[in-house]
């Protein structure tokens, strides 16, 4: 009968939880590596989207259809754009990437997100009549 000291088995489960644990990161990036940027934040945008609406709903309260929840994480997105530009943006502008005649650069800002582009079709115009008063 084998030995197994407890130290022993506690360092053998630990290293099995850390390659577990990379195995699992290691296809989470593939996975992601493999969409299309705009699909990336797409996914990022409804996933973010869809834990906060659900750590907002309470635990005694039935959960909606699926229906039910997909049109309120689209409404939720619809109402925090800059916070979800991916979801938000092909209501504004259906032409997106591609045919936008409004793009703007994103800069990076970490870990929030890696920059890109957006549209700017929806901005608000800047008021001239404001902006060259002192």
Known sequence: MTDYRESQVDAQLDEYFAKRQAARAARVRAFLDSLTARERALFRDAAVMGYVRGTMHPRDAEVPLNQAIVDDVVHACFVYP?????????ERCPGFPEKCPNLRVVPADPPTHDGGVRCGCADDPEDESEGGRA
């Open 82 to 90: 800059d916070l979800y530009p991916a979801v938000a943006t092909i």
